[in-house]
T-cell receptor
């Protein structure tokens, strides 16, 4: 099955700086890569995604990059704020099967 | 109104007990999923389904059964619960193959097996 490795598991940054989370996947059939944010006590919610026909996508201070050749994708949060503190999950989806595999998560803390 | 609901929200049972977790979605989505979330492991897929009567095996299926009775309803069954199944369980739905692959999660069920 698909394996998704996510690093780092813990990330602490200063408010206003940027934060980067990296993920790698194994299955070349994966073609959709979402990122979810989970606040304490809440369920995960989609914040941004990228399909395999794209290399870069940006929305509201979030940038995702996809390198299909290296089977690597990343999330970059620019100008971090304390409200960005949360757990972040990457995932890889094989849209032929509908199966989604999550990384193990990154706990991001933004220090004021 | 919440589009994915789960019941119960909390459940305590004993080792060997029989537990059924329920999930209902009103998104008219074809896909539904059951995950467990444990510290250090993120979200792990137990079972999923692409329609009523269909069941697909996920990555951690041992000790779990599931049944999709209608497009709206997906149940997770633990027939002989063990302490290792103490976890936070999330159900999700998705229109995979349709307009979007976004997963919409329910609020979660916290299960404790003593």
């Amino acid at each position: 099955g698909e394996q998704v490795e996510q690093l780092p598991s813990i990330l602490r940054v200063q408010e206003g700086s940027s934060a980067s989370i990296n993920c790698t996947y194994e299955n070349s059939a994966s073609n959709y890569f979402p990122w979810y944010k989970q606040e304490p006590g809440e369920n995960p919610k989609l914040i941004i995604d990228i399909r395999s026909n794209m290399e870069r996508k940006q929305t509201q201070g979030l940038i995702v990059l996809l390198d299909k050749k290296a089977k690597r994708f990343s999330l970059h949060i620019t100008d971090t704020q304390p409200g960005d503190s949360a757990m972040y999950f990457c995932a890889a989806v094989n849209t032929n099967t509908g199966k989604l595999t999550f990384g193990d998560g990154t706990v991001l803390t933004v220090k004021p | 109104e919440a589009a994915v609901t789960q019941s119960p929200r909390n459940k305590v049972t004993v080792t060997g007990g029989n537990v059924t977790l329920s999930c209902r979605q009103t998104n008219s989505h074809n896909y539904m999923y059951w995950y467990r979330q444990d510290t250090g492991h993120g979200l792990r897929l137990i079972h999923y389904s692409y329609g009523a009567g269909n069941l697909q095996i996920g990555d951690v299926p041992d000790g779990y059964k599931a049944t999709r009775t209608t497009q709206e309803d997906f149940f997770l069954l633990l027939e002989l619960a063990s302490p290792s199944q103490t976890s936070l369980y999330f159900c999700a739905s998705s229109d995979a193959g349709g307009s979007s692959y976004e997963q919409y999660f329910g609020p979660g069920t916290r299960l404790t097996v003593l």
